[in-house]
């Protein structure tokens, strides 16, 4: 088994992501998937994004840490692949649009309830804890969502992340 990051947009989440990856390699192979704008410019291809990721994973089972628009790419993974996804980590879902919502209940609608959970911030900028709550309820009201304290889109919660992947 091991553990992919799919980071936040901006370059800045690769020192979150690294961050994380230190905080679990000691309990299996982690990787941090690179966005292609980080080098090369431009803006994010959710397809090209994909295949990268797709080749990534291989034939291994994986767990995902994702963070803001990295939760977007995970649901699209997930559909793709849903027999390969063990658990998932959503941190800072950031946007909670209609299309945002069909995109989430298809690609979540056979997976286990208990093998997600999503971190949001009380006070997230993009979408607090309550945006959130709401609508991850209208997904599946059985999927756990954690209120953290701080007023920020970042989220160095690894011992939670650890706990949730490694404990049973």
């Given at each position: 088994m091991k553990t992919i990051i799919l980071?936040?947009?901006?370059?800045?989440?690769?020192?979150?992501?690294?961050?994380?990856?230190?905080?679990l390699s000691f309990k299996q192979s982690v990787l941090v998937h690179?966005?292609?704008?980080?080098?090369?410019?431009?803006?994010?291809?959710?397809?090209?994004?994909?295949?990268?990721?797709?080749?990534?994973?291989?034939?291994?089972?994986?767990?995902?840490?994702?963070?803001?628009?990295?939760?977007?790419?995970?649901?699209?993974?997930?559909?793709?692949?849903?027999?390969?996804?063990?658990?998932?980590?959503?941190?800072?879902?950031?946007?909670?649009?209609?299309?945002r919502l069909a995109l989430f209940k298809e690609a979540l609608k056979n997976f286990p309830a208990g093998n997600i959970v999503c971190f949001q911030n009380i006070r997230d900028p993009f979408a607090g804890y309550a945006e959130v709550k709401k609508f991850l309820s209208l997904v599946n009201p059985e999927i756990k969502i954690i209120k953290m304290p701080q007023s920020d889109h970042h989220y160095p919660y690894f011992a939670e992340f650890q706990k949730f992947l490694f404990d049973y």
């Open positions: 980071p936040g947009y901006s370059v800045h989440n690769q020192e979150w992501a690294l961050e994380v990856k230190k905080s690179q966005w292609r704008h980080w080098q090369l410019g431009g803006t994010l291809h959710p397809k090209h994004e994909i295949a990268g990721i797709l080749k990534e994973i291989g034939r291994d089972k994986v767990n995902i840490i994702a963070k803001s628009v990295g939760t977007m790419i995970c649901m699209l993974i997930l559909s793709e692949i849903p027999d390969k996804i063990n658990k998932i980590i959503l941190c800072g879902i950031p946007t909670v649009s209609a299309e």
